[in-house]
């Protein structure tokens, strides 16, 4: 049972927007740390999407976005393309546990 | 161009003690700010974060495993280790290790550990 909730799986078609929600509490999303999110393709390395909440690395397109709002922090993927088909981690800072913790996950499905 | 390397037994067997090692370039460890951390991922399932230490030989340890990690570096050799005792069978998993910089930027490719007698 992870600190931060994620959705186990979400669906889009090509083209479409879906977002992924990231639920956690006053020790974390709450008391406004920083929430960082991932993509993995299976059997690969997680990469960096979005960093401190909605920035985007260099070569990251720009239909990937971050928000948060209260306790909960999402991430939106607009104009859905097959190869967004991957596995979705966010990451934020627990001050109750005194360390980072991840999302349970989230795999989207581009039908 | 940061790059990161783990490194050590694919598979231990129950109770042993697990010794990874991290080499990476591109950055170093003496930098104020920057950290190295070890994920790990059981086949299947989700990401777990595990330790991480900073350039100042701050530590910070997974509430859950604290007493069975140590974290340590070698600055001089661009180097991280991890230590895990007491492993079991449930600790196998591909274990990552990456670069902090505020947040985790660059991982390395992983490594699968399996523990089996």
């Given amino acids: 049972q992870s600190v931060l909730t994620q959705p186990p799986s979400v669906s889009g078609a090509p083209g479409q927007r879906v977002t992924i929600s990231c639920t956690g509490s006053s020790s974390n999303i709450g008391a406004d740390y920083d929430v960082h999110w991932y993509q993995q393709i299976p059997g690969k390395a997680p990469k960096l999407i979005i960093y401190d909440k909605n920035n985007r690395p260099s070569g990251v397109p720009d239909r990937f976005s971050g928000s948060t709002s209260g306790t909960s922090a999402s991430l939106a993927i607009s104009g859905l393309q097959a190869d967004d088909e991957a596995d979705y981690y966010c990451l934020s800072y627990d001050s109750s546990l005194r360390g980072s913790v991840f999302g349970g996950g989230t795999k989207l499905t581009v039908l | ?117």
């Fill in chain 2, 1 to 117: 161009q940061i790059t990161l390397k783990e490194s050590g037994p694919t598979l231990v067997k129950p109770t042993q003690t697990l010794t990874l090692t991290c080499t990476f370039s591109g950055f170093s460890l003496s930098t104020s700010g920057v950290g190295v951390g070890w994920i790990r991922q059981p086949p299947g399932k989700a990401l777990e974060w595990l330790a991480l230490i900073y350039w100042n030989d701050d530590k910070r340890y997974s509430p859950s495993l604290k007493s069975r990690l140590t974290i340590t570096k070698d600055t001089s050799k661009n180097q991280v280790v991890l230590t895990m005792t007491n492993m079991d069978p449930v600790d196998t998993a591909t274990y990552y290790c990456a670069h902090y910089s505020g947040w985790i930027d660059y991982w390395g490719q992983g490594t699968l550990v399996t523990v089996s007698s």
